[in-house]
């Protein structure tokens, strides 16, 4: 079945770094790949998505590439904020089309 | 506006009692969902509702139900069976018109002493 790995945290940056958030999957067919991103106490939001090969989807300054030659999405932003501090999951839709699988989530910590 | 909502935030039980979680949504989505995610890790999928009067189970259903009598509404019961209910409980909805991508509630933190 499908299935997502993305990287361990907490990733600790100071503000206006580089950020790179790794994600890889295992799919048979063509899933479509998500980002959500839940900040403390709240629920899961959307942060971008791809539904094919080579779409980038973004979304307040955050990027990600759908890359299937090395079955990846890796989640970028060129220079993180405070506000930024969350956590984010990688997520893809399952074999069946109503689910998705979700990642273990990467807790991003960004300092002053 | 749109959106999910999950009744009470916070919820405290004693142990052996049953309790039930509310979601509500009013996207109009046919698919309703219910997650259990633990301090520091991933979200579990408890039960899905893909239409009403229809649910399967997930990858953790036992010790829960749940119903699905109208749309709008899907709730969840944690039954005195759930061996660990001490969670945070997340609801959310999806359709098919927007590639099924799911929006989530607010979530209902349960404790269970």
């Known amino acids: 079945g499908n299935s997502v790995t993305q990287m361990e945290g907490p990733v600790t940056l100071s503000e206006e770094a580089f950020l790179t958030i790794n994600c890889t999957y295992t799919a048979t067919g063509y899933p479509s790949l998500f980002w959500y991103v839940q900040y403390p106490g709240e629920g899961l939001q959307l942060l971008l998505k791809?539904?094919?090969?080579?779409d980038k989807g973004s979304n307040k300054g955050f990027e990600a590439t759908y890359r299937k030659e090395t079955t990846s999405f890796h989640l970028e932003k060129g220079s993180v904020q405070v506000s930024d501090s969350a956590v984010y999951f990688c997520?893809?839709?399952?074999?069946?089309?109503?689910?998705?699988?979700f990642g273990s989530g990467t807790r991003l910590l960004v300092r002053p | 506006d749109g959106g999910i909502t999950q009744s009470p935030k916070y919820l405290f039980r004693k142990e052996g009692q049953n309790v039930t979680l509310s979601c509500e949504q009013n996207?109009?989505?046919?698919?309703m969902y219910w997650y259990r995610q633990d301090p520091g890790q991933g979200l579990r999928l408890i039960y899905y509702s893909q239409i009403v009067n229809d649910f399967q189970k997930g990858d953790i259903a036992e010790g829960y139900s749940v119903s699905r009598e109208k749309k709008e509404s899907f709730p969840l019961t944690v039954t005195s069976a759930q061996k660990n209910p001490t969670a945070f409980y997340l609801c959310?909805?999806?359709?098919?018109?927007?590639?099924?991508?799911?929006?989530f509630g607010p979530g209902t933190r349960l404790t269970v002493t």
């Open positions: 791809a539904t094919k090969a080579d």
């Open positions: 959310a909805s999806s359709n098919r018109d927007r590639g099924y991508e799911q929006y």
């Open positions: 996207l109009n989505h046919d698919a």
């Open positions: 997520a893809l839709s399952g074999d069946s089309s109503y689910k998705l699988i």
